[in-house]
């Protein structure tokens, strides 16, 4: 194949934002007294604020109002944008720059598709606003992944055919995501334990074997 695109998941794949996502939601579930640990964490990895409260909230001894709901999320939203308060650049995971570089020398395209609403904010609290050619993200989005809508539009926005493009993914729902966009997937950290990529990334570097 011939990569003319590569898309990075943000959250666990550019920054580790994905320890602060855990924190906030580790806070809501214990005010209200609903079990939640790292392996329930791992199913809320790439989809939306609300799906990952209906998830959180499976295991909930009572049921919620909408208007609860919605200020649970509300709740942990602001407890999340509070924990990102902190970030910067040093925040960038191992060899992100780097690879960016490289990229952009090859004349390959890069692009962020990340389900957050919270993207904008935090590629500028990291500094790399301006470093990629296309930000799709769960600002225009309609249904977050597994579905493929955020890596189609980021694809669209880069005038690159499906086929042509990379997807780099932490979550299972997002190299599900990938693959139902008609792209290559290649799974780093915790997708890992899915079989489904095409590759498996032991860092992100190793991206740069693939032509
Ligand atoms: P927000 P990604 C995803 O980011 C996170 O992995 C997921 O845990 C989070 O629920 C989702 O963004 C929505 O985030 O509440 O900031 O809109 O991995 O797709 O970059
Ligand atoms: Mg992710």
Partial sequence: MNIKAVIFDLDGVIVST??????????????????????????????????????????????????EKQQLAEQKNEVYKGLLASL?????????????????????????????????????????SSQFDAISDGNNISQSKPHPEVFLKAAEMLGVAPEDCLVVEDAEAGVE????????????GDARNSDKAHYKLLSIRELLRIR
């Fill in 88 to 128: 910067t650049a040093d925040d960038l995971l191992p060899e992100v720059r780097g690879t960016l570089l490289t990229l952009r020398e090859r004349k390959v395209k890069i692009a962020i598709g990340s389900s957050s609403k919270n993207a904008p904010l935090i590629l500028d609290k990291i500094g790399l």
């Fill in 18 to 67: 994905d320890r602060y996502h855990y924190k906030a939601w580790k806070q809501i579930a214990d005010q209200e007294g609903i079990e939640f640990n790292s392996s329930i964490n791992h199913r809320l990895r790439g989809v939306s604020r609300r799906e990952s409260l209906e998830i959180i909230l499976e295991r909930a001894s009572r049921d919620y109002l909408e208007e």
């Fill in 177 to 188: 995501a990938a693959l139902r966009a008609g792209m290559k997937a290649a799974a780093i």
